[in-house]
C-alpha cells in the first residue's frame, strides 16, 4: 500500500515527468546502493524538467529493514515533516517549499518507507556556519550588526510559533538555514521539523528555547542570550532560569 501527497506547486511538473507515485519518485532517487539497515538519507539531487531546465531538490528518505510497527496507524516523520511545513508557511516562518511526501505500507498497515521531497534553499548555511563564517564575536560593527539582527529575527520567529501553540522539539542551530544576500540583512529558515506539533503544554516551550540555548552557549555571549530572551517576550530572567534548568536536569553533562 502506498500513498503520496503532493504541493500544488509543484505537481504539475511531477505529473509532466510521471511522478505519479510513490514507487516513481522512489526509482527517480534511487540510491546507488540500496539500504540494507533502518537508516535516514538525505540528499541534494537536481532534477530534469520537461522543458530542459533543471530544479534543485532535497530528497530525505527513510528507510526500514523491517516493517516497522512504531507507526502502525500513525504517521510517518515524513509526512508529519511535510505537514509542519505547510504549518510554518501559514504562520510566515520561512521554510523549505514543500514538493512531494509519500508512504509505503505492507498489507497490514506498517510502513516499510517514507520520504519527503522539498525544494533547495539556494546559497543557505546552518546557522552554525554562517555564525563562524561572517560574525563569529562582536569584534566589528559589521559582525555586531548580523549577529543583533538573527538574535532579534530568531525570538521573532519562535515567538510567532509558541503564540500559535506550535512546538518545534528539534530546534537546534543545524536546523536553522541562514541566506544573505549583502547589503540586505540575513534570513532565516526553519527546517527538518518531523517530531513538532501543536500542544498547550508549556514545557515544550522551554524545550524549545533550551534546544536553541544549548548551542548558544558556544556562540553567544551570557548578555546575548539574555537580549533573545528579552526579545523573545516575557520575563528575561525567569526564563533563563527555567531552560537552565531543563538543561541540567536534562542534560546535566553539558
Known sequence: MESLQTDPRSRDWLTALGLDSCAAIVKLFALPEPPLATTVIGTPRTVQLADH?????????????????????RRSKARREFEYYAAFE?????????????????AIGRLCRAFIVTEEIPRAWTLPQFVQEFCPNRA????RRLRDGLCRQMASLTRCMHDAAFFHYDLVWRNILVTWTPPDAPKIWWIDCPRGGFSRQRHWQIQDLASLDKMAVQYCTRAERLTFLKSYGGEAKSLAREVLAYRQKRRPDE
Open 53 to 73: 531546465s533543471t530544479r534543485s531538490v532535497f530528497y530525505k528518505l527513510y528507510e526500514y529493514a523491517s516493517p516497522s510497527w512504531y507507526f502502525w496507524g
Open 140 to 143: 566589528t560593527a559589521e559582525s
Open 90 to 106: 501559514q504562520l510566515g516562518i520561512p521554510t523549505a517549499q514543500r514538493v512531494a511526501c509519500g508512504e509505503v505500507r505492507d
